[in-house]
């Protein structure tokens, strides 16, 4: 039996007002219900302050950079609670190329129409690519000379001057549909 981990992002959520005064006020919580942390939850007792700002995350696979406030962090943690771990590093890279052209509610729907897996390199891609999108008759060819002797790395440079893009991380290569 295989067990998939979810993603399960955390964020430190401060109280501005504090900061500015020298204090600092803050506790760890999940980023999914980050927007509903209100300054008395943070306080533990009823306040005049009034802003919040996660200054500090973790677990968000590369998707948040830096700190922002707990309602983006809770969107971004929404779209990140339908991938697996397996999946977040993959859109983790997406995000850094793409999130920035589509709206957040929507970016696992798109990652995953995107995504087109992980390869040792853009030649690997193309070598699977044509064998997954060929007939039987077509793959019995490519085993024959002339066909044996594909050139896989010019064959993927046609494939990534069309829409394909590619994302290198260690080990190998994300691909992505870009257009």
Known sequence: MIT???VDPQVWIGCLA???AGRLVGDWYSADTADLVTPADLHKRETSHEELWVMDHEGF???LDGECSPSEAAEIAEALSDLSEDEAGAFACWVGV???QSERAHWVDKFRDAYRGFHEDEAAYAMEWAEMTSSEEDKERMTRWP???IDWTR???ELFSG???AEEVLGGIHVFWSA
């Open 98 to 100: 793409f999130g920035e």
């Open 147 to 149: 066909f044996n002797a």
């Open 61 to 63: 696979c590369g998707a």
């Open 163 to 165: 829409g394909l893009h």
């Open 4 to 6: 998939v981990r979810k």
């Open 18 to 20: 504090c900061y500015n």
């Open 155 to 157: 064959a993927a440079e």
